[in-house]
Every structure is written in C-alpha cells, then in structure tokens.
C-alpha cells in the first residue's frame, strides 16, 4: 500500500511507503488526495502527520514519469488539497524532503524534522523549475533572498540551516513518529497558521533583484533552468498567487519537454547506474578499514586526503625520510586549503592529519586492507614497488595502481596472488575530482572488482569501469580532441579562435588554454612513450613547442604567451609562427564556432563507440560520466554520447564523413554508422 492511515487518539498518522525513495508516483499522488478526503470527513481526527517509511521522506516527482505525458491528478492540485485540508498536517520529515517532497510539505501547514534531515529545491539540477508551488510558496514563507538561493542553487539546506530560515517549525530529537505526534497534539488546540498562499511576500531592497539576477547567471552560464527558477521567483513575489502558479506551472512544463532537461535526466539516471554494474550484483566487497598510498606526489597526496575524507587510517610510503616529510608536508596543505575555504575546521584538518602515518618503511603495510600505488607512470619503478608490497602485505589486501596510460596488467607482473590486483585512474586533484576509472585486469575477482566500486562509494566518487587500453576510456578520447584541435590550427583556425568555440559550446576551457595550464610536457611524454611502441601520434605543432621548452604557464608560455604573475592568455607570435610553417601546403577554409566545436566533439563521439565496440566501456552512459566528471564537459549537455543522439546520428554521420573527405578526421566507424539504424548506442553496448 502506498498511502497507509493509523490512528493515535486524534491524530492520524499518514504514512508513505512507496520504495525506494518515496518519489511522487500517480498512485501516490492519488493516495494523498484520498487521505485528505477520509480524514477531512472523520470528526475524531484533530490533526494530521504525515510521515515517510523506509530511508527517505518524499524525495520529489518520480522523475521516470517526465518523459511521458502528465497524469491527474496533478502534484500542485495535491498540495492545493493538503493546503485546503480541513484538519491541520504536520510533515514529519527524515532523510529527504525534496522538490515535489518539499513542496507537499509546505502544503502542509508545519514541518518538523529530525536534525540528519535535508530540505531542497533540485529541479534545476534536472533541468526544469519546481512545478507544484515551490518558487510561489518558498518565498512567503522565508522570504526572497533565501528562496532564491534555494531554488536557482538547487542545493540542499540541513534541518538545522532549514529552522533558522523559517523552513522548518521544529526539531525532533528522539523518535520522529511520536515527536511528530507530540507535535501535533500540541498543535490541535491551536489556531491554525495562516496558509502559505495567503501571506505577503516580504519587502526586499531597491536593486535586491538586479543583483540576485546578475549572480544567477554569472554561475550558470548557458545552463537555461536557473534563469527560469529565478524569474518564477521574482514574479511570484511580485504578482498574486494565482497568477504566480500558473506562470510556474507554464515554465515548468515548457523545460520538462526541453534539451538540457532530458540531457541532466540522463546523467541523473547514468550516476545511479554507474556505481551497481549488473555483473556485481549480489557481489560481496572485501573489508576497507585501513588504506595506505606509495607515493607521496600529487597524485598520491591527493589520494591519501581523499581516503582520510572518508575517515579510513592512512599510511603513506615514500622512499626516505625527506620524501615523506615533503609528501606529510602536501597533505597538511591539502587540510590547511579545506579549512582555508571554509570546508573543514581546524579541528577537523588536526585530527586527519593525525591519521596519517608517514614512514618509507613497507613493512608497516603488513596488515593494510588496500593499498594504492600512486608513484611516478614507470613500469619499472612500478613493478618495484609492487614486488615489495607483495612481499610484505597479507595475501588478501588489495592492491591497486593508479595510472592514468600504463597497461595494468603489464605492472601486475609479478605480483603475488593477482586475483587481489587491479588499477584505479583518480583524476587531479584526486581529493576533489568526482571521477574514478576503475580497470580491472583478466585476473582480477569480481570480489576485488566490488571492492573498487565500494571505495567509490566510500570517497564519494563516480565509479566507471573501464577496459584496458592506451589512456582507458577519458584519456584516450581526449588524445583525439588534442589532435583534432591541432588539425584545426593546420587547416585555418588560431588557438584563441578554438579555445573560444570550445568555451561557447559549454566547456569551461579550450583545449589550448589546458594543456597551457596542465603542462604540455605531460602528453609529450605520453606521446614519445606512444613512439616507443611503434604508434605515430599527431601534434605536429606541440611536438615542436615542447622542443623550445614552450611548456605552457610554468615555462612563461605554450600555445600562448604568458607575462609574470598574469595567468591570462595571449597569442603568441611564436605559436602562430609554428602553426603557418606546419600548415604550409595544407587547404586553408573559414572557422566558425559550430564547426570548430563539430570537428573537435564528432570524432571524439566516433572514438567512444570505438571504445564502446571494444568493451573498453560498458555503457554510453560512463563515456558520458568520464567526460562530463573527469573532463569538464557540460552536463546539461548530457555528454558526448548523448548530445550525439540528441544531436542525430544521421547527421553526426553525415558531418564526419565531410570532414573525412577533407582530411580533417577520421571517417565514422562501422558501429557509429550502424547506430543511425538502431537509433542509438544502446544496441553496441548491450
Ligand atoms: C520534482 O520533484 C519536480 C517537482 O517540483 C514538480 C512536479 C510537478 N524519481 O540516489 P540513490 C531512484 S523533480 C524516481 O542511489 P541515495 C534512483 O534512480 C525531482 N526515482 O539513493 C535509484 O533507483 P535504483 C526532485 C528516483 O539514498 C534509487 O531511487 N528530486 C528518484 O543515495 C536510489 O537512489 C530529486 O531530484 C526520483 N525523484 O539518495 C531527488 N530519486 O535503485 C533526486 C531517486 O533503481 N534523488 N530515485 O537505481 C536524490 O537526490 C537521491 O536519490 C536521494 C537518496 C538523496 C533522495
């Protein structure tokens, strides 16, 4: 039963159970009406709580029904029904109470929740506005500045934060039912508080508006749900509260039916996808209570930071004693920048530094659940340290390697009980970036392959498997858009001119401004090691800059000139001299933005299927994560693979074999073509 009525003397318990999150189903949204109904015409019940079994209060709309048309009855005439009930509702909230959640809620009239409780408004994170009376509701209630944050920031507030702003009636320490009951009880006896619908939007200052617009849309860029939320607030502050809810009703279905909503619903339901692969099912992880790291480098710091985040004791090997001070020295600034930016106190940064254990001693690993190894990408240093840690670590302890180009099972050589073995790509800074490429090897269990996905959970990242091959899924898609913006220079285009296309299509940088930032000599390296086995990598142009020791920021310039103490990008004469020599004899055409971004996007999708064809990736939708989380691309584009179906691939087809033609990319591949029949990439990767 979804909708299920208790009584407890004069209050009625409304109880919705309705797994796994409590989303609001028609059959829901039916149930609350007909509660409203039987409870109204029960002379015994004095108030009502209505109250949500299982891990969550009413988590919002069931986003599976947004792809279809709407059916009756309506969230907003169900929270008109609550809001017009004759008895009073108390929202006894746990866990979540968000979007169409809360907003049932605040058709109630109080809410009490526990202290672990969050409230939240995240329509804008899936692309559309709150659609059943938040934006008109959340500003009488705790005034417009608040609102507008809540509804264009799409992040939740704690119980806590949510009682201050006037969001929320009462905290419930102990057992939420009878404080709810308790609550209610009191509540009876009392007038009735004025509903939400009839009560005046608090004043705001001359130029409150102007301001909070501004702000909006300097965070949000082209993201189009934001803007929206924000001016259903300001009218809904400005206008009655009819008229506010049929403006809010109107925008919301108009973004239900857009792009970028149906793209964030993509990513929504590829992240949940993403850490529970079908073959783990019912997979048992191995134990995680204590981590070390080798290698006490960027890479290896931020790791270590990451797990001590995640509260697990961490011991860090580097291989004498100024190593490890200096590696202790990079994990203290990690702390030391959290506190800095208001994430941690102080306290906090003490004690995770203090469950750090620095020593270039492996035999302290000796009874180490999980050991990662982060040192530099040498598959002879590597080998070495995994000889150590074999000889000294139980044969049940994982042991990882994080490389981001190395073949793992090349570096798993040796290694004692292998079955225990397989790589993890974080991305930098390891502590903050959301990515995880997790590579297991032949030999790698299942049991080894959950433990990964477990400690993805555990830091809180984005877990995608991924097969071995030169660069894994990210990499080596992004060796591709490196060509392709070389190719781009050879036939017409500038950097800044790429850069700029590649910002307007929504990244947060061109190719050239981060390699400039992240240091061209990295992917040299890549490419000579490429070189070594025989293949013949393009960068014409950057091959030619790493040999004057143009670098990028760190060497003063790259692909641009830099001045001292000035990170902003200029052109540079030198580049562009290096650029007409290695175009000379090249067919020269005009660039604009779309076509740029066309010849640098396509071939990456014509990469991924490639990766898809070849298992290397399991689903579409974890090339889209690794692009989206590892590589900046934007979300409400849904990523490559999505905007290539939303796009057409009948004409993502089309525009490769142009460029093909021209000699600008390589034609689309035998799987890319097939997906203009099945209609997608669905069928490559079943
Ligand atoms: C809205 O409300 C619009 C209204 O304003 C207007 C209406 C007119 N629907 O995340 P988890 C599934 S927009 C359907 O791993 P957690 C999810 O797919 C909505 N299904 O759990 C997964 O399924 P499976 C605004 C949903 O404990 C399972 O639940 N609300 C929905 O880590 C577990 O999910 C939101 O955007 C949904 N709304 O986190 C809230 N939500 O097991 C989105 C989840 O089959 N949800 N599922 O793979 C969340 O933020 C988290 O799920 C939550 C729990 C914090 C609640």
């Given at each position: 039963m979804t909708v299920n009525i208790t009584h407890e003397n004069a209050v009625a318990v409304v109880t919705v159970d309705n797994?796994?999150?409590?989303?609001?189903s028609q059959a829901l949204r039916q149930g609350l009406i007909e509660a409203v109904a039987e409870l109204d015409a029960d002379a015994a019940v004095k108030a009502v709580v209505l109250i949500c079994a299982g891990r969550t209060f009413i988590a919002g709309a069931d986003v599976n029904e947004f792809g279809k048309p709407p059916q009756p009855p309506h969230l907003p005439d169900v929270v008109t029904t609550i809001a017009a009930a004759k008895k009073p509702w108390v929202a006894a909230i746990h866990g979540s109470a968000l979007g169409g959640g809360l907003e049932v809620a605040l058709g109630c009239a109080y809410r009490v929740a526990v202290a672990s409780a969050s409230l939240g408004l995240p329509e804008v994170k899936l692309g559309i506005i709150p659609g059943a009376g938040g934006t008109v509701r959340l500003p009488r209630l705790i005034g417009p500045a608040a609102a507008v944050d809540l509804v264009t920031g799409g992040s939740p507030v704690g119980a806590k934060k949510a009682h201050a702003l006037g969001l929320v009636d009462a905290i419930i320490d102990g057992d939420l039912r009878a404080g709810g009951i308790a609550f209610a009880n009191d509540s009876a006896g009392k007038p009735v508080p004025q509903p939400i619908s009839g009560r005046a939007v608090p004043a705001v200052e001359a130029g409150f508006w102007e301001g909070a617009e501004k702000a909006v849309a300097a965070k949000t860029k082209r993201e189009v749900a934001p803007l929206r939320a924000f001016a259903s607030v300001r009218n809904a502050s400005e206008t009655d509260f009819a008229s506010a809810m049929a403006f809010e009703r109107e925008t919301f279905l108009e973004l239900r039916g857009s792009e970028q909503a149906a793209a964030l619903r993509h990513v929504f339901f590829a992240e949940r996808a993403a850490p529970r692969p079908p073959e783990l099912a019912g997979v048992a992880p191995r134990d995680m209570r204590s981590a070390a790291v080798i290698g006490g480098g960027t890479m290896g710091v931020g790791i270590a930071a990451a797990l001590r985040d995640a509260g697990l004791p961490v011991i860090l090997i580097e291989r004498d004693a100024p190593a490890v001070e200096r590696g202790l020295a990079n994990i203290r600034a990690i702390f030391d920048g959290s506190v800095k930016r208001g994430r941690i106190t102080q306290t906090v940064a003490d004690d995770r530094l203090s469950g750090v254990t620095g020593s270039d001693d492996y035999g302290l690993l000796a009874d180490t659940d999980l050991v990662i190894e982060a040192v530099f990408e040498d598959i002879a240093v590597k080998r070495a340290v995994f000889e150590k840690l074999s000889a000294v670590c139980r044969p049940d302890a994982v042991l990882a390697t994080n490389t981001s180009y190395l073949d793992p099972t090349a570096i798993s050589?040796?290694?004692?009980?292998?079955?225990?073995f397989l790589g993890l790509h974080f991305f930098s800074p390891a502590h903050i970036m959301k990515l995880l490429e997790i590579v297991p090897t032949e030999e790698t269990t299942p049991e080894v392959l959950a433990t990964g996905f477990a400690l993805a959970r555990l830091l809180g990242k984005i877990p995608v498997r991924a097969g071995i091959?030169?660069?894994?899924i990210g990499n080596r898609i992004l060796k591709v858009t490196r060509a392709q913006a070389e190719r781009l220079l050879l036939s017409g285009a500038t950097p800044s001119a790429v850069d700029a296309a590649m910002r307007a299509f929504g990244?947060?940088?061109g190719p050239f401004e981060a390699q400039d930032l992240g240091g061209l000599d990295i992917a040299a390296f890549q490419r000579k090691a490429a070189r070594e086995r025989g293949e013949a990598p393009f960068a014409p142009v950057a091959e030619r800059l790493c040999a004057i020791a143009r670098f990028g920021q760190k060497s003063g310039g790259g692909w641009y000139d830099y001045t001292p103490g000035d990170r902003a990008p200029k052109p540079s004469e030198t580049a562009a001299a290096i650029i007409t020599e290695e175009a000379a004899g090249r067919p020269q055409r005009l660039w604009d933005e779309a076509s740029i971004a066309d010849a640098i996007i396509l071939p990456m999708v014509n990469e991924a299927t490639r990766i898809l064809e070849e298992r290397v990736a399991l689903r579409s939708g974890d090339i889209d994560l690794v692009k989206i989380h590892g590589y900046g691309f934007p979300r409400w584009r849904g990523g490559p693979m999505h905007y290539a179906e939303a796009r057409g691939l009948a004409e993502v087809v089309a525009v490769l074999d142009q460029l093909a033609a021209e000699g600008l990319a390589d034609a689309p591949c035998d799987g890319l073509r097939q997906t203009v029949q099945t209609g997608g990439f669905a069928a490559i990767a079943g």
């Open positions: 797994p796994p999150v409590n989303a609001l050589e040796g290694v004692s009980h292998p079955e225990r091959c030169d660069g894994f990244l947060p940088m």
